[in-house]
């Protein structure tokens, strides 16, 4: 199935625009959420809470994909330096002495960018989707 058909699976959705636009911002959020690994469970148990179309939700949260993750958290990464005032977060790394212990210690700065930096870019993600998938839905009802 193509993405046009999926999409138009999700405008088709007997619920109101903003339930719809809802569900699927809730996904996005999720989907680029630092959260690795618990997405599609997460996806599938926040829209069941709050009672969204957990297709909808799944559909934003594989926004973020095998395909897009790599960008998504290298962007949301850089986004938290930023915010975070950090200029340098590529460490050196004596490649020729490398084992897990010495990595993590090398990348162990990087969490705090990632964290902030991937919350906010889906934070802003979750709201311009919002108010794409509403308008969406409204035009493809007239």
Do not use: C
């Not at 993750?69 to 460490?91: R, S």
């Amino acid at each position: 199935m193509h993405l046009r058909d999926r999409l138009r699976q999700i405008l088709s959705i007997g619920e109101s625009p903003g339930k719809i636009a809802a569900a699927f911002s809730l996904g996005v959020f999720i989907g680029m959420s630092p959260l690795l690994g618990l997405h599609t469970i997460l996806g599938i148990a926040v829209a069941w809470a709050l009672k969204l179309n957990r297709l909808v939700t799944l559909a934003g949260v594989f926004v973020t994909n095998p395909w897009t993750i790599i960008p998504i958290y290298t962007l949301g990464t850089w986004l938290g330096a930023k915010l975070l005032m950090i200029d340098h977060i590529m460490p050196d790394i004596d490649w020729s002495n490398v084992t897990i212990n010495s990595l993590m210690t090398e990348f162990s700065h990087i969490l705090m960018p990632f964290l902030v930096g991937n919350t906010v870019l889906g934070l802003l993600s979750a709201t311009v989707s919002y108010f794409l998938i509403f308008q969406a839905v409204k035009r493809a009802r007239e």
